[in-house]
């Protein structure tokens, strides 16, 4: 293996707003790793929507290099580090350090208020070298290309934590606005391997057969459907048992109309708009459970990728070169992406 260069390639982004631009620079400081860190080698990223909303400087981003979905091996070791995560293959994820002794952590350290996030406050994937610490890091199990565990490490355990967080039982429905996406796609598949129902919400003929391929019960096309009595027909009139919804304001406010008494929402699509919530009362009258959900716990994403191992969950994945990061960006932005984009890291 050869030594770390002194400088590397990144995708640099100047500063977040409504017009930013990413540059491509070649003369970005390789970092070192430092007590009980590691530097790892990058061979690919997937590529976000959230990575969208930070550059566009929708949600606070304050380093110049996103990405939060990086697949790379081992190559240097900082002190305190095992001789033996030296050429290991791992995952960089969304959830860069936490502290592991807070209050919050001993529940889920996905709510640690000390927390550091890739591509958010610290530098992220989209670059040739990374520092990660020991502790969180992912190994990836040999069975899963690069290519295909990328997406796992952030769309993935972002369903896997949303759905194991609804407190769903077997058999009972599941509905996911905005199925067919990025995130969507996986959480069909993660559904239905913990034994839900799902109906499936999204829009165009490719997308219906996507959704009921990977297993879905159910499509309903929110363009043509009457999206809330159909739930209701399928559900005894009461409507689901959960909502993930993965959308934006409408697909929130189209949940409410579904949503069962005694139901439970998941909030994962990014929507600032509290427009799109009910008022209290309307939360009492119906006993609704209202959860946030950012990703998923350690453990979840050591289930996820067993079950990718065992080929149940499969992402679709359309792999592009990491000079067209900005091109993958803008189409992100534009919702024209379906399954998800990993772009190859520069050798
Ligand atoms: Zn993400
Ligand atoms: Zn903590």
Request: proline share 6%; net charge negative; charged share 20%.
């Amino acid at each position: 293996m050869n030594p770390p260069k002194a400088t590397q390639t990144a995708a640099w982004l100047p500063a977040p707003g409504p017009n930013a631009r990413i540059q491509i620079r070649h003369d970005i400081p390789v970092p070192s790793p430092g007590l009980n860190e590691v530097l790892v080698k990058l061979t690919c990223t997937g590529v976000c929507h959230s990575d969208v909303h930070n550059l566009l400087g929708q949600t606070p981003m304050t380093t110049h290099i996103g990405g939060h979905e990086g697949i790379g091996h081992v190559v240097a070791l900082g002190p305190g580090c095992s001789e033996h995560l030296l050429s290991k293959r791992v995952g960089v994820k969304w959830l860069h350090t936490y502290c592991n002794v807070c209050e919050i952590c001993a529940l889920d350290e996905t709510g640690c208020p000390h927390q550091h996030n890739s591509g958010r406050d610290v530098p992220g994937t989209f670059q040739q070298y990374t520092i990660h610490p020991v502790e969180g890091l992912t190994l990836i199990p040999e069975e899963l290309s690069s290519e295909s565990a990328a997406p796992l490490l952030c769309a993935g355990l972002s369903m896997y934590g949303s759905i194991s967080r609804a407190g769903l039982k077997a058999g009972e429905w599941l509905v996911l606005p905005g199925a067919g996406g990025g995130l969507g796609h996986l959480g069909v598949q993660i559904a239905r391997e913990m034994g839900y129902k799902v109906i499936a919400v999204d829009t165009g003929e490719r997308k219906r057969e996507l959704c009921l391929q990977l297993g879905a019960s159910v499509f309903l096309d929110f363009k043509i459907d009457d999206v809330e009595m159909k739930v209701r027909e399928l559900t005894n009139g009461y409507g689901a048992h959960a909502v993930v919804c993965l959308g934006g304001a409408a697909a929130y406010k189209q949940a409410w109309g579904y949503l069962r008494n005694c139901g439970t929402l998941v909030c994962v699509g990014l929507v600032p708009d509290k427009g799109a919530m009910p008022s209290p009362f309307e939360m009492l009258q119906h006993s609704w459970r209202v959860v946030g959900s950012t990703v998923g716990t350690g453990k979840h994403l050591e289930a996820l990728l067993r079950m990718a191992e065992e080929g149940k969950v499969i992402a679709r994945v359309e792999v592009r070169e990491f000079e067209e990061l900005e091109d993958v960006l803008e189409r992100l932005g534009r919702y024209e992406i379906e399954g998800r984009v990993v772009v190859r890291i520069p050798e």
